[in-house]
């Protein structure tokens, strides 16, 4: 059973970063696609950072682009995101997220294991 942990969560000021780390757990993550999402309140899951575990082929969405930046690192079977020059509207509940097929998709059915979730909350 693949399991999830999120963590690096936290408050901040607009313009600060934080590095959210996800740490997998229950096999290795050769041809999967791993995958940051964020929901803030009221609003629906959204795609923000994907990548192959082989690390071939990254993707990200258009408002984080030259901000966010997802890698992963095999001997720790961890996936990271680092953010800089967050912004409020940044805020959300970030989830990590595994997708056994690898299509490095932005769509929240096309992965099938999910952390927890880790706050993430930017003042202005």
């Known amino acids: 059973q693949v399991q999830l942990v999120e963590s690096g969560g936290g408050l901040v000021q607009a313009g600060d970063s934080l590095r959210l780390s996800c740490a997998g757990s229950?096999?290795?993550?050769?041809?999967?696609?791993m995958g940051w999402f964020r929901q803030a309140p009221g609003k629906e899951r959204q795609f923000v950072a994907a990548?192959?575990?082989?690390?071939?082929?990254?993707y990200y969405t258009d408002s984080v682009k030259g901000r966010f930046t997802i890698s992963r690192e095999y001997a720790k079977n961890t996936v990271s995101l680092q953010m800089n020059s967050l912004k409020p509207e940044d805020t959300a509940v970030y989830y990590c997220a595994a997708d056994p097929s690898g299509r490095n998709g932005n769509r929240v059915d096309e992965y099938q294991f999910w952390g927890q979730g880790t706050q993430v909350t930017v003042s202005s």
């Open positions: 229950g096999r290795t993550f050769r041809g999967y696609s």
């Open positions: 990548i192959r575990w082989s690390g071939t082929s990254t």
